[in-house]
């Protein structure tokens, strides 16, 4: 299990972490997903052997919010 933080572009308003949220969960391996809206950031839990952190950038740009790993 691995947690991972992505900084998510694009949340202008209350619905956009709705957006990024359900877009991540639908990930396969994607045990949980937590939004900060603040600082713009999606914390995600993942089981690494099914999923991988290029799915979740694609998952979140694929709805409309491009996202990066934060290192
Ligand atoms: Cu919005």
């Known amino acids: ?3 991972s933080t992505l900084d998510v572009q694009n949340m202008t308003c209350a619905e956009c ?15 949980g997903v ?8 999606a914390t995600v839990h993942m089981d ?3 999923a991988k952190v290029s799915m979740l950038t694609k998952a979140t740009s694929d709805a ?3 996202s990066t790993v934060r290192k």
Not at 17 to 31: D, F, H, M
Not at 34 to 41: C, L, Q, S, V
């Open 1 to 3: 299990m691995l947690a």
């Open 17 to 31: 972490p709705i957006t990024v949220k359900k877009a991540l969960e639908q990930v396969p391996g994607v045990s």
């Open 34 to 41: 937590k939004i900060d809206f603040e600082h713009k950031t």
């Open 48 to 50: 690494t052997d099914k």
């Open 64 to 66: 409309g919010f491009p």
